[in-house]
């Protein structure tokens, strides 16, 4: 599904290589996740597959089914079924919660050549999904995460998640800020999406969101590289050693 080879990043304003060679590949329904100190590489990584500007690819590829990412406009990126959520997602004054999903669906509808969703069905999927959420239908009229909750803000991305359907899913939920309940809906909402055909990247510099989304295979990036590789039973040894105890072994 994504496959990433040899990826090596610079940041553009100063000359620091930041990704050192990153070598990924995730399967369609399979759930990754990237665990790593702070400061590993692990945000830029989520930036680097949005096309987030700042950031400079001095080497190595990124492919979803096999299509040149790195070559997309971040819209052209979600219209081929990438998904990234961030920690922080984005106020939008002004601008009616449901308006902008429809929006955004119909956007990346448009881009595949497929029809736009009629006001009435997409009422419909919108209703259904939040319900499935527990989204009140309140937070439907809304402008975009103006005044949500932190975790109003989580479920809402997961509702966007939800609507768009994508193929590939990465969420960077490093550096905590999460509480617990906020963590535990990012989880359900994973859990829900969870598909054969649906890949999912995690990064998190905490085990404790893999208690709630249980990762198929789980990776150490430190340095700007994935350092180990293995199961679940990684996160666990990650909080029981600590990172310093797997640099160790790995260097
Ligand atoms: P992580 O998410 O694993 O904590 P980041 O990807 O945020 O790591 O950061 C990796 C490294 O790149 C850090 O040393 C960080 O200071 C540096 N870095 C990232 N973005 C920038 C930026 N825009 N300007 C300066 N340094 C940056
Ligand atoms: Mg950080
Ligand atoms: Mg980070």
Do not use: W
């Amino acid at each position: 599904m994504l496959s990433i080879k040899n990826l090596q990043v610079k940041l553009e304003e100063e000359d620091k290589q930041i990704l050192k060679g990153v070598d990924l590949e995730i399967e369609a329904g399979k759930v990754h996740a990237i665990m790593g100190p702070n400061g590993s590489g692990k945000s830029t990584l989520s930036y680097v597959l949005s096309g987030k500007d700042g950031y400079e690819v001095t080497d190595g590829t990124v492919t979803l089914e096999g299509e040149d990412v790195l070559e997309m406009e971040p819209e052209e990126r979600a219209a081929a079924g990438l998904f990234l959520a961030f920690q922080y997602p984005v106020e939008i004054p002004g601008v009616g919660n449901m308006t902008f999903l429809r929006t955004a669906v119909n956007a990346q509808r448009k881009a595949r050549g497929e029809e736009e969703m009629s006001a009435a069905e997409f009422l419909k999927v919108v209703r259904a999904r939040a319900k499935e959420l527990k989204i009140d239908a309140d937070m439907l009229k809304r402008p975009v995460n103006v005044g949500f909750s932190g975790g109003e803000k989580k479920r809402n991305e997961i509702l966007q998640m939800a609507m768009l359907e994508p193929k590939m899913c990465i969420l960077d939920e490093t550096d905590s800020g999460l509480d617990v309940d906020a963590m535990k809906l990012v989880a359900e909402g994973v859990n829900a999406l969870r598909s054969e055909g649906r890949g999912f990247l995690v990064i998190t510099h905490y085990q404790r969101l893999l208690d709630h989304i249980k990762p198929d295979v789980v990776h150490i990036m430190a340095d700007g590289k994935i350092v180990k590789t293995g199961g679940p039973d990684l996160a666990l040894e990650v909080e029981n050693n600590g990172y310093a105890g797997i640099l160790a072994e790995v260097a």
